[in-house]
């Protein structure tokens, strides 16, 4: 599960993985450190807890640090459209949704796709009574559909990158079309141009008079 979702217990378990030893955890333990809590924890935080040690507060917050870093890596790459209606209603509680909302979801089976295309008339619909929870989770999801559009933005600036290092296309998007001597320049063209088609959904370039 996500790091936000775990309890103290589980905070004092990955505590132990990483070789931190027993006051600390029972200091942790006895102030309920979840792992949300656990996540935005700062060096005056850890005075505060009772962590004496300069040495020992640098190295949890490099832990933490870390273990933040991962969590953002994962978050960024689940795929929302691809969330079962499971992970939607394990989304929902992690944004402090009610357990009827939950249940509406799973009774009209919502999953990512579905969810993703909720807006107001049809949360309504499917039973969020609540003109304010309503527009609450509206605007959630609005902000998933950025973040997925956001994502694929830059998958797909990723991939032109990609093949324009790779020399199979021009700073333009548009695709190199090598001859038969692999001459880029087009040799074989007899106006001397290149043979290039723009995969970007510009169509074939058309050779210059």
Do not use: C
């Not at 929302?80 to 929902?92: H, I, K, P, R, S």
């Not at 796709?113 to 309503?134: F, N, P, T, W």
């Not at 600036?157 to 038969?180: F, M, P, S, T």
Request: charged share 35%; glycine share 12%; net charge negative.
């Amino acid at each position: 599960g996500w790091v936000t979702d775990w309890s103290f217990r589980q905070v004092a378990r990955w505590m132990e993985s990483k070789s931190f030893y027993g006051k600390l955890i029972d200091q942790f333990k006895n102030s309920k450190v979840n792992g949300r809590t656990l996540l935005g924890l700062k060096a005056e935080d850890l005075v505060e807890l009772g962590v004496e040690s300069f040495l020992v507060r640098k190295r949890l917050l490099l832990a933490i640090a870390e273990l933040g870093a991962l969590e953002a890596k994962r978050r960024k790459e689940q795929r929302t459209d691809e969330w079962t209606v499971g992970q939607v209603g394990q989304w929902l509680k992690r944004e402090g949704y009610d357990d009827r909302i939950v249940r509406a979801m799973y009774r009209n089976d919502i999953d990512g796709r579905q969810l993703l295309m909720l807006d107001q008339a049809a949360l309504e619909k499917i039973g969020v009574d609540s003109l304010g929870k309503r527009n609450q989770l509206a605007s959630a999801i609005s902000e998933l559909r950025r973040l997925k559009e956001l994502r694929e933005k830059e998958e797909n600036e990723a991939r032109l990158k990609q093949l324009q290092e790779q020399g199979l296309l021009d700073e333009d998007g548009n695709e190199i079309v090598l001859d038969g001597d692999g001459d880029q320049n087009g040799s074989g063209n007899p106006n001397g141009h290149s043979n290039m088609r723009d995969v970007s959904g510009g169509g074939q370039g058309a050779p210059e008079g």
